[in-house]
């Protein structure tokens, strides 16, 4: 009987779909990133990461350069090519990950602190400003890529490097009197010292990220207290600042008694992340109803339907309920990807369909659509709607790039991608007691360490194209336990067979449970209806009404102008449209396009601004293509709501 | 014979709509501003603005308090009270001004320098960044009110220290190699010195004028220049700033190669207005076609319906053609009040209807509409459409307020409408030749002074509520000369009688020229239909795809929360609506209020924020109420454009 719920680790993904992003990341984000991270992708911003820890590792001279956060960098591909070593064995990728381990090892202190910009620019003014300065937050990346670099590799140099980091972190922190009753301004370390706790069995780091998610919010306000230690002085601007904006960073209230989603988007869902580690750790019921209510706030009222979160570029921050301009959005990448983790502990915590049917919107729109089909240029801002001109011209959009850059100042988005789909396998399936959770639908081979003995499960699928899921069960002898199947929200109905015969099924909390006796080589075929879907919002939504998106299967799909003569605010969808699919070969992976008869109101032989209402149109051809692959064309506008 | 058309000065408004604005302005508004002015009013930001004349004139101690080009707000004061005075002499108010002229004079230096920022707080540095400073800015707002003060009084002692201001300035700017080549950050100066040279005869002000005109946007740019030799320092912050962004003041290109309104709208529009002047006095057609262009560009592709011009709060500037979003607007009062003075000029420069329809357009929706109807709360921005919590909520609409507010810390905008208000009876005609043109209906009396003898108009209006128009004229004895009428773009049929018969009319660029022998008592009728409206915006206004707004005469019309249900982005008008009109007690003035059946799909049983298209909604009673009255009832949601 297994204790407590598991992500499954050991899966390895072997999919139409996702085979070649697992490779193109493996073949060629990781190789990219690894020139970015060494400066020396021509034409983009230079990133000075590896070169800061060269520096405070005393191999180099120089000075300082990128952000405060640079660090994190680094270790965010560190982790990423620990899972992608996981499923595939790379000596020579492993090897030129050891020589940073090896920097990154050097530039350690005898104490065990770790950190380039305060070794380097700032020696002497550690943890002096935590609310701007992340040290706690590339502490935390450091450890993630540790226990990933040691699951892979099972190498234990940068494990120990993390630990002695997290040794010395818990000296400075902590509710004694002689310690900092403080926090980090960007939430991490939480959910990277609940991983070095399941790495190490060691409790201390399991209490230490209980302690910060309990002080946070706390009264006195560390922050405050803080930024009056500095006399108010800040990081981004040496001059006097205003009183911290708590609700930025989550700090306003004590985390149990948070009721909304609100500040900086990536901040807040790692922080829940931590929350739903520790509710489901410790049993603590009072934090599993805090996720709860912040999962409502997010996905019930301010969630795009690409899986995008944070409205405001002002902040990278969610706004307020229901406020989900699609112009001037934000839905930054790693916000999504940090969603993404936050619904895989809550599947954890329970599995309730709800929590996976938002990470597969997050995953499949969003998150794969941030990222060029080469692989090399990302989305950080990920729009619902773009106009070119409005993005060059109006310095309200100007965040909102029409097409993917190569890199950025600020990287956080491409190497969280790549840690992303190279750990994709562990949130398929989740299993608890004698329960085996199919999550997503992605074709793969997976072990689960069930208390009966291990069961191999292995799944075909043809999503996000087609419905048919074919799982083969093969425990090591005849056993009786349940596998459970997600029958996604956007699913109308499904058929269910077992061995070939069709069964019956009722839903638990959205899934359909087979609980039998599994001979090894049984099979389940779940046959998905994949209708194209015309999905409105919610009329709180201002941005949104007298508007309407197609979904099919998992995939939100979008119109652009390469298909349409602009403006596509000018077309229209049917009352009742009847939608035609067809495979396109025109575009990457010869997806499956949308097509309807429409109507388009630009009638552009009357040049007056403003003119009696004529109601005149014309039909057009309306295609809409998978959102994930908008921007691989001719630059032009893209619109996801469409009027109807 | 008239040689040069003119704006008729002599006209006494008495009108059942405008007279008591009017009165408003003279009651109320100037009186408030006053203890606005002398930081008087409670719960308003103080203006300081009396306050630095009275320490720059020696009378009291203290440093230098507000903006930069504090001082206009006084001379647009006294602006304000001079037009006030024409009309309606008020000898307390007088003795006020004269109060106000005097330390304004005390604080003027020997050689003729006003300014009371430089004087006070960085003497021995004017004009050493006219990028920033406003310093000739503030010089043409001192003469501005120097001419009105004394064509209403007759006193010269404004106008003398302006004129000896102004032969100062001559000494410092022009072409000679021992003066600066150079013009002012935020053009005024230029259309001040018309109204001066007018005033006065002098030429030589019309020459500098001239000059300040033809020099901007030569290279090398005077901006750039100054700029270097300020070490690249800044007014606003005391660091090295970027290369000024020229576009923003209009000075990227000489005006007369300029095609495109760019920049701050404020500034583009007072400049535009100067080059009008111009290019009539000087009979210059390159500058008169440069005019038409910017017109266009302005009339034709970038303004909202309402007469608001300037999208983005962003440098409180154009963006470019056909980007008019709603909510992130920015419309500016002050850049209405500087089309309409664009458009008068433009009127004079040659009749036709399109430049009196703008005129109108801005006047009776974004002016009127910016000011609260107890003329002590302003709106600086006046929005479209407004969802009080996203101006709360969200960052890039915060600059949208939903309530008008009592005072500005930059205080541009209300004395602007006061000034405009107090002196409206000069945009009712212009006379040219010997034709009166009437372009705006307005209860009034005037005299023009045509060359065969002074010819007095009555004119009764029953506008905006109705669409009946009556002129008497009085020619001094019988006459041949003609009247032209406005054919307002917004009325379908107009019928016209003279003496009571029907009168056949051709256009004549817009207008229903009647030429024949008048005597005195004669009488025109002039009925304007005024069917309201359905209008929609051209299909390149992405921001009113699908939408349409409803007009009725001059008024834009809107809807307010106050009589609907909220969001109303969820009511939709049928097809073809039918209009039902009624004058409604429970408004300021008894306005007439426009109704429609229509539907609502804001159907709140079902709450997922992303669900399949229902095409529900429930019949709603639309009501809009005219634009200009929006905000004062409950605060609430706000919306012009209507799903139609």
Not at 55 to 76: N, P, R, T, W
Not at 121 to 127: A, D, F, I, L, V
Not at 266 to 282: H, P
Not at 439 to 460: F, K, M, N
């Amino acid at each position: 009987m297994i204790q407590n719920p598991i992500s499954l680790q050991e899966v390895r993904i072997a999919d139409e779909f996702w085979s070649k992003y697992e490779e193109l990341v493996r073949g060629t984000v990781i190789p990219y990133q690894w020139e970015a991270l060494n400066d020396r992708v021509p034409g983009a911003e230079p990133s000075y990461a590896i070169r800061n820890f060269r520096i405070a590792a005393g191999l180099e001279e120089g000075e300082f350069g990128g952000l405060v956060f640079q660090d994190s960098d680094v270790a965010k591909w560190l982790e990423a090519v620990g899972y992608s070593l996981s499923s595939h064995p790379d000596p020579e990728l492993e090897r030129l990950a050891d020589e940073v381990i090896d920097i990154i090892v050097k530039a350690q202190h005898e104490d065990g602190y770790i950190n380039t910009y305060f070794t380097i620019k700032e020696p002497g003014r550690r943890w002096t400003n935590l609310l701007d300065c992340h040290e706690l937050y590339c502490a935390g990346h450091l450890m993630e890529a540790a226990v990933a670099y040691y699951q892979a590799t099972g190498k234990r140099k940068l494990l120990d490097a993390a630990c002695r980091y997290a040794d010395y972190i818990d000296t400075v922190f902590g509710p004694e009197p002689d310690k900092l009753q403080g926090y980090d301004g960007h939430q991490e370390i939480e959910l990277a010292l609940v991983k070095l706790y399941k790495a190490t069995g060691n409790e201390k780091y399991l209490r230490l990220s209980r302690y910060f998610i309990d002080q946070r919010g706390r009264k006195p306000h560390f922050f405050i207290q803080e930024w009056e230690r500095r006399g108010h002085i800040g990081y981004w601007r040496q001059e006097p600042t205003g009183e911290p904006d708590l609700k930025y960073n989550q700090s306003h209230l004590p985390v149990r008694e948070q009721d909304a989603a609100v500040g900086h988007a990536v901040r807040a869902v790692y922080m829940y992340s931590a929350m739903a580690d520790l509710a489901l750790l410790d049993g603590d019921e009072e934090l599993a109803e805090a996720c709860r209510r912040l999962w409502s706030s997010i996905t019930e009222k301010q969630m795009y339907i690409t899986g995008g979160i944070g409205s405001t570029h002002h902040g990278e921050a969610f706004s307020f309920d229901y406020d989900l301009p699609n112009d001037t959005v934000y839905a930054e990448t790693c916000a999504s990807i940090g969603l993404i983790f936050f619904a895989h502990r809550m599947l954890l915590l329970e599995p309730r369909s709800e929590y996976a049917d938002v990470l597969e919107r997050a995953l499949y729109n969003n998150v794969i659509g941030s990222m060029s089909q080469d692989g090399k240029h990302y989305f950080y801002v990920n729009p619902l709607e773009v106009w070119p001109e409005a993005s060059r011209h109006n310095p309200g959009r100007r965040h909102v790039k029409p097409v993917r850059q190569p890199w950025f100042g600020c990287s956080c988005c491409p190497p969280n991608v790549a840690r992303l789909i190279s750990s994709l396998g562990r949130y398929i399936y989740t299993a608890k007691d004698d329960t085996i959770y199919a999550h997503l639908y992605i074709g793969s081979e997976a072990t689960a360490p069930l208390s009966c003995g291990d069961v191999r499960l292995e799944q075909q699928s043809s999503l996000p194209w087609d419905g048919a899921v074919k799982l083969t069960v093969r425990p090591e002898r005849e056993q009786r336990f349940a596998i459970a199947l997600r029958l996604p929200g956007w699913c109308g109905e499904a058929r269910l067979a077992v061995n070939g015969q069709a069964v019956d099924y009722a839903l638990e909390h959205g899934y359909a449970r087979i609980e039998r006796v599994w001979s090894p080589g049984d099979t389940i075929e779940w046959e998905l209806s994949m209708e194209p879907l015309l999905i409105q919002a919610h009329p709180y939504v201002r941005a949104n009404a007298g508007k309407a998106a197609i979904q099919r299967g998992p995939l939100v799909y979008c119109l652009e102008e390469a298909d349409h003569e602009a403006p596509l605010s000018s077309i229209a969808l049917p009352g009742k449209p009847v939608f035609r699919l067809r495979r396109d070969p025109g575009l990457p992976g010869h997806p499956v396009v949308i097509e309807s008869e429409g109507n388009s109101d630009a009638v552009a032989d009357d040049p007056r601004l403003y003119r009696p209402s004529m109601k005149r149109s014309k039909p057009v051809r309306v295609k809409a293509i998978p959102y994930f692959l908008w921007g691989n064309r001719t630059p032009g506008e893209m619109c996801v709501w469409i009027r109807s």
